[in-house]
């Protein structure tokens, strides 16, 4: 990724000091249709500002409030914004401005800012808002000597406010602008989907039900593309990849051989802007018309409409938006008269700073793309991240024919799997279930069979893998994991090194040519024992890979896991229902939160008497031990699709390692780099020995020597009132961002 990186940690001092926002006043608002998550980051551009020793305001009701001033531009206090983290919409409002669009609405805007000494600006919406802000930004010297010429506002005052800056943060639920993986609002509104989905596959299974889902996405299709991948979809319709003539007859051929092979329900996913080639609009009541007319099944639609708006934003987009409203500040404070406007976006887990036309430029050119019927490049210019979902989609969408077999080689009847096998894969889970590993295996068994692979399924980890639990998986078989929690394979913690013999010996038996491994610590242990046991056990010399799934989020090698995000959510969860209730009375309420092994003093019985003590005629307090129950449950979107690409992205590894080091009429490797770990590092996807991972490990506390996560803790602590300050040790999060083009984005998963 290209960029100029920027200075390293510099002394603690000299960086508060630059910090420092004394004297400076910053504006935040929201603009254009509401995102859950937008409350979040307007509560951590708040504490951050006044933290850093800013004035901050709240702009009631968009542009709006701004044209109108008054009472719409209010000082915001550190109460002011608590208890909006875990609320949807945005309280302090959005509206259509027409005004703003004319250049009187911005001269009023202008006025109002300079009035109250308003030169830095954080706008929270779509690129719409943020090229308003963009224009209001430029206008901003010639408004200032137009409200000077009219007697409005005085010389000092012009020189006091001659800049403003302009920091942006995409709040749209279609995240359909360039330059960032995500917007804000985006997880949350793919939690409500796969809601209604995973409840509609329940009664839909009852009765052999066809259903079809109309998402938002006017100009964009990711809603409907990742919930098609989220939830194993059929079939789906975007704008951006119009279906070929001849689709319908293509379609309820694939339907009828679900059917055929004792599939009970069908999903079909629309976004609201899907076109065909000819750009005629594809709505679900002619794709239900379709389906009853051709092959008489029952149909149902369903249109999600502003449901995907609302309920309470995800942990993912809590943690996101507070993340960017923090990095909003910060880019304001070291804003200069020469730094151009700029928005604040998300590659991999990272927060960078890009310039902002560029992004809606790029935003721009794909509606024009589509609109050329360029769809190739419109998918392309969407960027890394959408093409990669498309892909997957595909591939794990399209099952080979008979006809289609390499060499003209048919298999047999009946159930057989639908493709040559040139390499037998296992895939198996291992360590404590997470939610999401049942996607990654069906991802990995269909990837494989795509692949021409024969795929084995091995249950109860190695401990199941020893006793010869082993038998071969097919393309029907894995149907419906996507949305199932736990491990469908069964998993343990048992680690291989006490029956390498026996394992190898299975290998041997079932000729398995490489191994796919998915789950914890013990998974990334165990792959250091079989590859460490090569010399001895050559059944092991095979390409072998890991994927990490844990709730724990603790393997060296990768910044997320598979399951993680789900654990998040479970958390967020049982802590908004305790909190909505305890909220309802006049005492206000307080959290704290404990890892179970924190300190072997501070239990959480002792915290609780403690406080139960201490607050005695004063508050009350409860406990509540999650426990297993961050482990159990659906996954969520993101580890489904995570979960999902990763193990395809997985097996094609295996398929070029395959190649590689079959010779002689067999598979054979002990180099390093066979033996691997994928995982995301910052902003993209690596496979590293996992040798080389050694290093990189606190084996004795199951941990990565270095967690990139504990760099947040300044951030957390500043949201929540501690007394702190940045020092070497936490100052990861105050580095300057590499800031990139969007043109250079090369996202990751």
């Known amino acids: 990724m290209a960029g100029n990186a920027g200075p390293k940690r510099q002394d603690t001092r000299k960086f508060v000091e630059n910090l420092s926002g ?63 983290l875990q609320v949807g919409g945005t309280v302090i409002g959005s509206a259509r401005c ?58 000092e005052a012009v020189s006091s406010n001659s800049v403003l800056h302009i920091v942006g943060m995409v709040g749209s639920i279609d995240n359909d602008f360039c330059g960032t993986d995500m917007t804000i609002g985006t997880d949350s509104a793919l939690h409500r989907i796969i809601e209604v989905v995973d409840a509609i596959m329940t009664t839909a299974q009852s009765h052999q039900r066809t259903f079809v889902l109309e998402v938002m996405g006017r100009h964009c299709g990711y809603l409907a593309l990742v919930s098609a991948l989220a939830c194993g979809a059929d079939w789906v319709f975007i704008p951006e990849m119009p279906p070929d003539d001849g689709w319908e007859d293509n379609m309820c051929q694939k339907l009828s051989e679900n059917r055929a092979d ?9 976004a609201e802007g899907a076109i065909d080639s000819h750009n005629k609009a594809i709505t679900p009541d002619y794709i239900k018309d379709l389906v009853v007319r051709c092959l008489g099944f029952d149909t149902r639609v369903t249109i999600l409409g502003h449901v995907q708006r609302g309920g309470t934003p995800s942990a993912f987009d809590r943690i996101l938006a507070s993340r960017m409203g923090v990095e909003a ?5 070291e804003a200069s008269t020469e730094t151009p406007a700029c928005v604040v976006s998300l590659v991999g887990n990272q927060a960078v700073r890009l310039p902002l036309m560029e992004c809606v430029q790029m935003t721009q050119e794909v509606q024009k793309a589509m609109d050329e019927k360029k769809f190739d490049e419109a998918v392309r210019l969407r960027g890394r991240s959408f093409e990669n979902n498309l892909s997957t989609y595909r591939l794990l969408s399209y099952r080979k024919l008979d006809s289609e077999l390499p060499n003209g080689e048919e298999e047999e009847a009946g159930d057989e799997e639908q ?29 494989g069979i795509t692949e021409g692979h024969k795929m084995f399924a091995v249950n109860d980890g190695f401990e199941g893998f020893a006793k010869g639990q082993i038998k071969e998986i097919k393309w029907g078989d894995v149907g419906g994991w ?57 059944e092991f010399c095979v390409p072998m890979v890991m994927v990490p799934a844990t709730v ?47 300190n072997e003093n501070f239990t959480t019985d002792f915290i609780y008497q403690l406080y139960s003590e201490e607050g005695r005629g004063v508050f009350d307090c409860r406990k509540n031990i999650l426990g297993h129950m961050q482990q159990g449950g659906a996954p969520s979107p993101f580890d489904r699709n995570f979960g999902t690409k990763v193990a395809a992205k997985a097996m094609q590894w295996i398929t070029r390692m395959l ?17 691997c770990l994928l995982g995301m590092r910052r902003r993209a996807m690596v496979f590293q020995p996992v040798a080389q991972l050694r290093e990189e490990t606190d084996f004795e506390h199951r941990i990565p020597k270095e967690q990139w996560w504990l760099k947040l803790r300044p951030l957390m602590k500043i949201l929540a009132k501690y007394k702190t300050f940045y020092d070497v040790s936490d100052a990861g999060q105050l580095e300057h961002v590499t800031r990139v083009r969007p043109k250079d984005f090369q996202p990751s998963v």
């Open 98 to 155: 027409k005004e703003f669009r004319t250049h009187e609405g911005r001269l009023k805007a202008a006025h109002n800012l300079v009035q109250r000494g308003i030169t830095n600006l954080c706008v929270i919406g779509g690129d719409g808002s943020l090229t308003g802000a963009n224009l209001f930004r430029e206008e901003w010297s010639g408004l200032l000597n137009e409200l000077l010429e009219q007697g409005l506002i005085n010389e």
């Open 552 to 598: 724990s989020n603790n393997i060296p090698g990768s910044d997320l896991s598979i399951g993680s995000d789900t654990a998040l959510n479970a958390i967020t969860d049982a802590n908004v229902e305790h909190l909505t209730q305890k909220m309802k009375t006049s005492i206000q309420r307080g959290l704290v939160l404990r890892n179970e092994n924190c």
């Open 329 to 333: 500040v910060l880019a304001l404070l």
């Open 659 to 675: 190649k590689e080091s079959y010779k002689g009429g067999k598979v054979f490797t002990n180099a390093e780099d066979t033996a």
């Open 22 to 84: 004394a004297g400076k006043c910053i504006a935040v608002l929201t603009s254009g249709g509401d995102a859950q998550g937008m409350n979040a980051a307007v509560r951590a551009v708040v504490r951050m500002g006044i933290y850093v020793g800013a004035k901050v305001y709240f702009i009631h009701e968009g542009y709006q409030g701004m044209v109108d001033g008054g009472d719409n531009i209010k000082e915001a206090t550190w109460e002011s914004v608590s208890s909006m």
């Open 419 to 447: 493709c040559h096998s040139s390499f037998n894969v296992a895939v198996m889970n291992v360590g404590a279930p997470a939610a999401g590993m049942n996607a990654a295996v069906r991802s990995a068994v269909r990837v």
């Open 482 to 538: 996507t949305g199932q929690g736990g491990s469908l394979l069964g998993t343990k913690r048992t680690l291989p090194a006490k029956h390498l013999a026996k394992i190898a010996e299975q290998m041997r038996i079932h000729n398995i040519n490489a191994l796919l491994v998915i789950g914890g610590f013990e998974a990334y242990v165990g792959l250091l024992e079989l590859s460490s046991a090569r010399d001895e056990y050559p």
């Open 262 to 270: 004792k599939k009970r329900l069908n999903i079909i996913i629309v």
